[in-house]
């Protein structure tokens, strides 16, 4: 008795062994299922319901399964095969229509059913010959079970039915120990049920509208304390590492940027005041900086090297590929050729004596901003007084890549630009716990590609094409077919491809980039194709990210169905960056209904965020970030697809809510920060 009086009157804790039925042996088997107490159990949800909603007769297609009601019209007839097979057929008009319904293996129909009876039964219809089979059936003046039927997973041993049992107990014994966690506040705000409502009625739905606010109610909570964990571990981090603080002249920026050879968009003045008042503050900037292919990320980059460099610190930008650092390095050494900035880059091919001479000069301070791929992160490279760290393509670095980055100074600034569109839901939950600016217009006078999908035996008018276009002083890339076992023969691809266009337009100057040419031979390449001396640039994917050739207006992708859709943006991302219509062929004969959908979406849409939320719902989320690290985190009711909306509403609710006085202090909010303090929000190092 003492010790019942100890608990607290919300505690779930106990033990699934406490319910009747539930021995030694299923609790081992609940246990596999990760259910160990009553709390586990009364969150074991169902995955899916089946549909007992009354649907009329109509709007019902051929081979579903539904439940109608009507009145029984001929007495019920049974018959028997051997001794426990039966079958029931009994005649019923629903809506006007004469509905043949067959029972198998309920014989004790017959004495419940007369002709006469309203009835409401379910089955799987068979339209063509109006029969109904394989369902169950209820006098109508009975009152009906629930219209949802809730379906769970279970494992081993444990039956759908004795799970039902348990959580029925668990609800019976337990329910009234279940506590609100949300504030009066928020529930009267948004309609919300209570949670001990919600719980009950996902397993025990009465009907579908209170099944929805059931599941609505649950969502929010569920990314309401998902998005309140993010806001807490960012702001412990933001309180914890005291940044540096940057000063400058912003009329010295201001005269670097006029001095461009264009004007910023607003978009990209926008971003960049953002990125001002980062630097500014005595918190770490901690940035993400997104913008589509071509949108102008580069030269916001360089401004933000400049003020970090104005304000006397050094800065670092890392990309993932050489080609992509040697032509950073190009373009900024351009825009800064005025300043009295310091460039330097270093990439794993760098020469030894070159390399201990920049090393020198970085650990000295000589130099203001260096460039290079991950071999900026290796032990051996000291910086004097890192203060901004840029990350261009960012989803190419491991999160560890980042933060050994990181650690090279105190706590500088960070920054990580992604041309990779990521849908708004994924970027807010997989990048949290950073601020997110958008960079959502493309530089004045750009035409979007135009996107054309053909069968590889169109190659002899593609080539005709490209011909054409080069003619006119344009350049072309053509990628070549995708062989991701291999990288060998992507190259062996990209030999053939380049021999075969060499032959078929002899009067064009075609080259050849892949990834097992050396570094200086990588370097010649593109250069000269920068400089149009390459009109046909044949490569394997190592163009995909960054690469800005602005002459170029023809690219062409081999097997363009073998790529994801957020890879073919990109790539289609090489072209269309001058003033001249650009044009996207992909050549494809698809073999799949998911290749040919990908090639007819990249033929209508040139937005990379509309593209990526198609391609989210194409491969789902933890696909789309390619490899597992995605970090994305298991929602037990709430689907990153489907509730975008509530989850950009509950991360507005989270910023607020960690800013407010009330949900430190209120005792309203005590049941939310004990929730928030079990799960570890107040006390972990890292968002898992
Ligand atoms: P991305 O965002 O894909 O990295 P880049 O930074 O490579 O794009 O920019 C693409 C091209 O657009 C470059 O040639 C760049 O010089 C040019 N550019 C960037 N900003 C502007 C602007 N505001 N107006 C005109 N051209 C711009
Ligand atoms: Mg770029």
Known sequence: MARWQDRSEDELEESVTVLKGAGPRTAE??????????????????????????????????????????????????????????????????????????????????????????????????????????????????????????????????????????????????????????????????????????????????????????KRRMIYEELLLFQLKMQLFRKKEKEGEKGQKKQFVLAKVEDFIRALPFSLTNAQEKVLHDIYADLQANTRMNRLLQGDVGSGKTVVAAIALYVNALSGFQGALMVPTEILAEQHTESLRHLFKDTELSIAHLSGSSKVKERRETLKKLASGEVDVIIGTHAL???????????????????????????????????????????????????????????????????????????????????????????????????????????????QLDVQNAIDVHAQLSTALPTVSVGLMHGRLSHDEKENVMLAYTK????????????????????????????????????????????????????????????????????GIMTETNDGFELSQQDLELRGPGDFFGVKQSGLPQFKVADLVEDYRVLETARQDAVKLVNSKAFWESADYQPLREMLKKQGAFSQTKID
């Open 377 to 487: 992160i290796q032990e051996s490279v000291i910086f004097h007084n890192l203060g901004l760290v840029i990350t261009d393509e960012q989803h190419r670095f491991g999160v560890e890549q980042r933060r050994i980055l990181r650690k090279k100074g105190v706590n500088p600034d960070v920054l990580f630009m992604t041309a990779t569109p990521i849908p708004r839901t994924l970027a807010i939950t997989a990048f949290g716990d950073m601020d997110v600016s958008t960079i959502d217009q493309m530089p004045k006078g750009r035409k979007p590609v135009k996107t054309h999908w053909a069968r590889h035996d169109m190659l002899p008018r593609v080539l005709d094409f490209i011909k054409k276009e080069t003619g006119k002083g344009h350049q072309a890339y053509v990628i070549c077919p995708l062989i991701e076992e291999s990288e």
């Open 29 to 214: 088997q609940l246990h596999d299922m990760g259910i160990i107490t009553i709390q586990d159990l009364i969150e074991h949800f169902p995955f899916r319901y089946e549909d007992h909603a009354i649907r009329p007769l109509k709007e019902v297609s051929h081979d579903e399964k539904v439940t109608v009601q009507g009145t029984v019209h001929s007495m019920p007839e049974l018959r028997y095969f051997g001794k426990k097979k039966s079958r029931l057929t009994v005649r019923a008009l629903v809506d006007g229509f004469l509905v043949q319904a067959i029972f198998f293996n309920q014989p004790y129909l017959k004495k419940q059913i007369q002709p006469g009876d309203h009835i409401i039964f379910s089955g799987k219809l068979d339209k063509n010959r109006m029969i109904m089979s394989g369902g169950t059936v209820k006098p109508r003046n009975i009152e009906r079970d629930n219209e949802l039927e809730p379906v769970y997973s279970v494992k081993g041993d444990i039956k759908v039915t004795m799970l039902r049992n348990l959580i029925e107990q668990a609800f019976n014994t337990f329910g009234e120990r279940i506590t609100e966690i949300l504030p009066s506040q928020l529930l009267s705000a948004y309609k919300l049920t209570s949670r001990k409502e919600a719980l009950y009625s996902l397993h025990f739905p009465h009907d579908i509208m209170a099944f929805k606010q059931a």
């Open 532 to 599: 149009n001396e390459i009109q046909i640039l044949v490569s394997t994917t190592v163009v995909e990210v960054g690469v800005n050739v602005p002459n170029a207006t023809v690219m062409v992708i081999y097997d363009a169905d073998r790529f994801g859709l957020s890879q073919l943006h990109q790539l289609r991302g090489r072209v269309g960056r001058g003033t001249e219509q650009a044009h996207c062929i992909l050549l494809a004969d698809p073999k799949t209904e998911v290749g040919k959908e990908r090639m």
